[in-house]
C-alpha cells in the first residue's frame, strides 16, 4: 500500500485520554469530514488482555482514524498494531510523549525518549507487520535537558526503523515533580525546536502539537511545517474546525450551523441507545463546546450536562436545551 500524501497529516485532532472515544470522534467527524483523528491512548496489555472490540470499535465515518498504542516492547506493539489493521484503522501512532507517572511505570510514553533504539525496534516491529503508516508523537526533551542533539538525534534513530511521519508537543516532558496537567502548561513550548526538525529532515513529515488555540496559530504554523494537531482547543471549542474541510480539500462544511451538529448528534444518540443501550448522557459531554462564545451557551450546557434528566430520552432533552439557548430566562427549564 503506498504511502498517503503528507496533506493526511495538514490537521489532526489530538488524541486525548477519557476524551477522545469513539462518541467524541463522531462528534467531531459531524464538523468536519477530512481532519485526521485519533483514539485515546490504548495500552498493549488492554488489547492483549482485556476487551478488544470496548477498545478498538469506532464508527465507519470515523475514516481517517488513527489508532495510538502505548507500550514498550516490540512483539506485543506488533501484535496490536496487527490487531489495529484488522479493525480497520488508517494509521497506528507509537504515544511517546504521555509523561504520567502511571504510564512510566509501564515503561513507555515519554521516558521511552531515552531510549531510542528501543523505539525503532517498536516500529520496525509494527512496520514489519502491518501496511498501514507506523507514526510517532513524542516531545522534544525530557526533564530539563534542553538540548537539540537529543530529538534531532532521537527522531534520527527512529526514521531509519521506517518512521517518516513525527507529531511533536512542543514542550519537554518533565518525568518527575508536575502533574499531566501541568506538563501541558509550565515547560515552555519551543515551536522553533519542530520547525528546525522539518529543515534537518526535510524528506519526513512533521506536525506540530501543544498550545495552538486560534485560527490564526494554525495558518501561521502550517508556513513552517507540515501539519497541525489540536488538542482541548478542539475539545473545548470545536466550532474551531468547521472550515477545517475547505482547508485541507478546498470544500465548503457539510454542515453549516451548530443547530444541524446538534440535531445529528441526538439522531446518533438515539441510534446508540437503541443498538447498544448507550446513555445520552455519556455522549453529550463531549459536545458542551459546540455553542462555546453564543449566547446562552450557559443554559443550553447547563441542560446536556445535568444528570436529573439522564433518563429522558435525547429529543427531550434536545427540545429542554433548545428552549434554554432561545430563552433570556436565568433558570433552565426542567420540564417541557
Known amino acids: 500500500m503506498p504511502f498517503p500524501p503528507a496533506q493526511r497529516w495538514k490537521l489532526s485532532v489530538a488524541p486525548m485520554m477519557d476524551w477522545t472515544d469513539r462518541h467524541c470522534r463522531y462528534f ?4 468536519t469530514q477530512h481532519t485526521l483523528l485519533y483514539t485515546e491512548m490504548v495500552t498493549t496489555g488492554a488489547l492483549l488482555h482485556g476487551d478488544v472490540p470496548r477498545h478498538l470499535r469506532f464508527n465507519a465515518e470515523e475514516h481517517p482514524v488513527a489508532l495510538q498504542l502505548g507500550g514498550s516492547e516490540p512483539v506485543d506493539l506488533a501484535q496490536c498494531a496487527r490487531l489495529g489493521e484488522t479493525w480497520g484503522y488508517d494509521e497506528i501512532n507509537l504515544n511517546c510523549g504521555c509523561p504520567s507517572e502511571r504510564v512510566q511505570r509501564g515503561a513507555f510514553g515519554a521516558c521511552l525518549m531515552a531510549e531510542p533504539q528501543l523505539v525503532a525496534d517498536c516500529v ?10 507506523v507514526t510517532v508523537k513524542h516531545r522534544i526533551g525530557i526533564d530539563q535537558n534542553e538540548s537539540y542533539d537529543f530529538v534531532c538525534d532521537f527522531v534520527g534513530q527512529v526514521s531509519q526503523a521506517g518512521c517518516r511521519v513525527f507529531i511533536v508537543h512542543a514542550r519537554n516532558a518533565w518525568l518527575k515533580g508536575l502533574s499531566p496537567k501541568e506538563n501541558r502548561e509550565i515547560p515552555p513550548l519551543r515551536y522553533e525546536v519542530v520547525t528546525r526538525l522539518k529543515q534537518d529532515f526535510p524528506s519526513l513529515i512533521f506536525a506540530i502539537n501543544g ?4 485560527a490564526e496559530q494554525v495558518d501561521a ?19 474551531l474546525m468547521h472550515d477545517w474541510d475547505a482547508k485541507l480539500v478546498d470544500v465548503p462544511p457539510v454542515r453549516t450551523s451548530r443547530d444541524e451538529v446538534e440535531q445529528a448528534m441526538v439522531a446518533y444518540m438515539q441510534r446508540e441507545a437503541q443498538q447498544h443501550g448507550t446513555s445520552w448522557y455519556a455522549i453529550a459531554r463531549h459536545m458542551l463546546g459546540l455553542r462555546h462564545g453564543e449566547k446562552g451557551a450557559r443554559r443550553w450546557r447547563q441542560v446536556w450536562s445535568d444528570h436529573r434528566l439522564k433518563l429522558q430520552a435525547p429529543e427531550q432533552v434536545h427540545a429542554l ?7 433570556d430566562a436565568q433558570e433552565v427549564p426542567l420540564a417541557a
Request: hydrophobic share 40%; with cysteine; proline share 5%.
Open 221 to 239: 504554523q502550517l508556513q513552517q511545517v507540515d501539519g497541525v494537531m489540536v488538542g482541548r482547543a478542539a475539545y473545548h471549542k470545536p466550532w
Open 28 to 31: 467531531h467527524r459531524l464538523i
Open 211 to 214: 498550545g495552538i488555540d486560534s
Open 321 to 327: 436545551a433548545q428552549r434554554a439557548l432561545r430563552t
Open 124 to 133: 520496525k516491529a509494527m512496520c514489519d507487520v502491518t501496511s498501514l503508516p
